[in-house]
């Protein structure tokens, strides 16, 4: 065989045993990395809807709405609370909607307050739900 023949070889199991050596060590480099921050958690997972009720005296419907603290810490919520007619929105149609502000949630207590919402008509089932939720950490 020609030297040029035996270099290429000597070439190529330097290379393999470069590999070799090498991954197995990248390998552990990357896998002892510190872990990163958590996810956030969106802040509409915090927030459910009680209850939907239509006032008797004014007529207008209002949404019970419970907050549970986020665990990044204290803060406030502010929620958008959606009022329909049907649990399924129909195409093209717009709900009426109202905003609840919620202030002083410590993580992990739960919080209570109302959404007021319009005049609703006589003889129809109200629906409520979430239609949006922001987290507001205290300074």
């Known amino acids: 065989m020609s030297a040029l023949k035996w270099q290429g070889w000597v070439v190529g199991l330097v290379a393999l045993a470069g590999m070799l050596v090498f991954a197995p060590l990248g390998l552990y480099v990357w896998a002892s990395a510190e872990p990163g921050p958590p996810p956030v958690r969106p802040a509409v997972e915090d927030v459910r809807i009680t209850g939907?009720?239509?006032?008797?005296?004014?007529?207008?419907?209002?949404?019970?709405?419970?907050?549970?603290g986020s665990p990044a810490g204290p803060g406030a919520y502010v929620v958008t609370v959606e009022f329909r007619d049907t649990a399924e929105p129909g195409p093209g149609t717009r709900a009426a909607q109202a905003l609840v502000r919620v202030p002083g949630v410590a993580p992990g207590a739960q919080e209570r307050s109302e959404a007021v919402g319009p005049v609703w008509p006589v003889a129809t089932a109200a629906w409520?739900?979430?239609?949006?939720?922001?987290?507001?950490?205290?300074?």
């Open 128 to 139: 409520c739900g979430v239609a949006g939720a922001e987290f507001v950490p205290a300074p």
């Open 52 to 68: 939907c009720r239509i006032d008797a005296a004014s007529r207008r419907v209002v949404a019970a709405v419970e907050v549970t």
